[in-house]
């Protein structure tokens, strides 16, 4: 049986948890999730608890288990206080500004660079250099601020770029101080 699996989910006032058959829906203050149970694995719920089952002791059966509470408990947690990804821009002149459905990033290239903001997320720029991405579906937030960070990563020589809040890049020496 899967450690993470075993434990008990509970349901936060406010939140609703709708189960039927292998489809669950959760519904809070921020928004609605859905989800597909795979069929290996049984979910109960009662009170304000949730239980996920796995009746089969394979593998796969016990990484599904595992897996399939993370996903819940995440959609709970997302629909009632939401994630959120923080990225800082390194670099001169390297700045981001949000222009209606749009993350304008200038970042020493040519022209500046629009990414479309997808419905399901919120850009916020409080600082010119820092972006906050939000939303409630914890896989869609990384997502996206992968797809920005994609745009320009770190480097390593002189470290410009877009990395996450904390992010250590690993830097390396230049010709000139090999001597």
């Known amino acids: 049986m899967s450690r993470i699996g075993k434990k008990i989910i509970t349901v936060p006032s406010g939140v609703k948890v709708n189960i039927k058959d292998s489809a669950i829906t959760v519904e809070g203050s921020k928004g609605k999730l859905f989800f597909e149970c795979p069929g290996r694995v049984n979910v109960e719920s009662s009170d304000n608890q949730i ?6 002791r394979s593998r796969v059966d016990r990484s599904l288990h595992g897996l399939t509470r993370s996903l819940i ?17 390194q670099g001169v002149g390297f700045r981001a ?10 970042l020493g ?17 409080p600082k010119p250099t820092s ?3 939000r939303g409630i ?29 904390g992010e250590q ?5 230049g ?5």
């Open 51 to 56: 239980v996920v089952k796995s009746p089969l």
């Open 97 to 106: 500004a949000v222009n209606g459905n749009n993350l304008t990033l200038i």
């Open 169 to 173: 890049v690993r830097r390396k020496l």
């Open 131 to 133: 972006i906050v991405i």
């Open 137 to 165: 579906d914890k896989q869609r937030v990384g997502e996206v601020a992968s797809q920005i960070r994609r745009i320009f990563p770190p480097e390593p020589y002189k470290g410009k770029g877009i990395r996450y809040v």
């Open 175 to 179: 010709k000139a101080a090999t001597k």
């Open 73 to 89: 408990n995440n959609m709970i947690k997302g629909v009632s206080e939401g994630f959120s990804k923080e990225m800082e821009i």
């Open 109 to 125: 290239f040519s022209h500046p660079v629009n990414f479309p903001i997808p419905a399901d997320i919120k850009i916020e720029t």
